[in-house]
């Protein structure tokens, strides 16, 4: 049997002596990550992820003590650690009921989209030289719920730095233009707010996005949004699986079978599950939903500031700008198969 190791996105050194070494470069993410949170809740569209990784970034330049041996055993504790822990916070907000509900009437558009999304990962990224952690990134991001996507598969197969860096941006610069621009095109298009709702929900990232767009549109659009968007994560669990059951057949050069199941399951995604059972089983109360959420968006927040500070300028400078080029690709490709598939299936 082999094991395959699952790195972390950070740099990868030796595992410290003690866990008090951890503790400076964790006041150092806690500290940033708690000037990200509220600049993500003032500004919704684009989130603590995003405000964390920038911070994180800036402050390795500004300050390039801050990348100093003393403080990576408490970076790559928040890239990993912390960032696992974060997709199992967030599993609570997940309601299998809500799941249920939506059930057949989305479903098509949903596995639709999802396989234009990861397809077009594939394809476009081939044809623009974008491969590896950054083209899955994208694409997983594009495909199933944005940042928390990014996140997940981040911490199940280990990807680069840069590749979290770029994903993100892309998603980012995507999710801005969705909400500016899907309510006054629905509007054009006479969209009902069912159809908007199932729409936005398939077709824009980040669930904050979703929100955004959908109650501009109107209130029973909104409700729809969030559900379908609820619904679409819970495909994050079989993504990230055969995302990692991949890596290991490629790094390990064997047979999927001689796999032990722990390195297929990730701990975390188990976690999640979990999580997202006992919200359904009614054993999470409501009155702990908001706090759950922002310590999940802290956990996440707290994780990209990390990777953020562990980045150098020069992994941001190679792919140039043909991974936004793929963001764009796949968020027109989404957006209109969410369209033609509920024409195809009747929502429309």
Not at 31 to 44: H, I, K, N, T
Not at 229 to 258: C, D, F, H, Y
């Amino acid at each position: 049997m082999v094991h395959v190791e699952v790195r972390s996105p950070a740099v990868v050194t030796a595992a410290p002596r003690h866990p008090i070494e951890r503790v400076p470069g964790l006041l150092v993410v806690l500290a940033l990550a708690a000037a990200a949170v509220p600049l993500g809740r003032l500004v919704p569209v684009i989130g603590g992820p995003v405000f964390g990784i920038v911070l994180g970034v800036l402050a390795g330049l500004l300050v390039p003590a801050l990348r100093g041996s003393w403080s990576r055993p408490g970076y790559e504790f928040a890239s990993k650690t912390l960032l696992q822990l974060s997709i199992v916070v967030l599993g609570t907000g997940l309601s299998l009921q809500q799941v249920l509900r939506v059930g057949g009437d989305s479903l098509p558009v949903m596995l639709g989209t999802l396989a234009v999304a990861l397809g077009g990962a594939w394809l476009f990224g081939r044809l623009l030289g974008v491969r590896g952690d950054t083209q899955t990134l994208i694409g997983v991001g594009t495909a199933i719920c944005g940042a928390s996507a990014i996140a997940a598969t981040t911490a199940a197969i280990g990807a680069k730095r840069s590749s979290v860096a770029y994903a993100l941006a892309t998603i980012f610069t995507f999710n801005v233009v969705a909400v500016l621009a899907f309510p006054p095109l629905g509007h054009l298009l006479g969209l009902s707010p069912e159809a908007f709702g199932l729409w936005a929900g398939t077709a824009i990232n980040d669930t904050s996005s979703v929100v955004a767009a959908g109650y501009t549109y109107s209130q029973e659009a909104g409700d729809q949004a969030l559900v379908v968007k609820l619904t679409r994560s819970l495909m994050l669990v079989p993504i990230v699986i055969g995302l990692v059951i991949l890596k290991s057949r490629r790094e390990a050069g064997i047979e999927q079978r001689k796999l032990p199941w722990r390195r297929m399951v990730p701990l975390f995604l188990v976690g999640f599950v979990v999580a997202a059972g006992l919200r359904s089983a009614g054993l999470v109360p409501i009155a702990w939903q908001e706090g759950l959420s922002l310590t999940g968006t802290f956990l996440i927040t707290c994780a990209l500031v990390a990777i953020g500070l562990s980045m150098r300028p020069s992994e941001l400078r190679k792919a140039g700008w043909r991974p936004l080029i793929l963001g764009a690709l796949l968020w027109i490709s989404v957006a209109l198969s969410s369209l033609g598939l509920q024409l195809l299936t009747g929502a429309l």
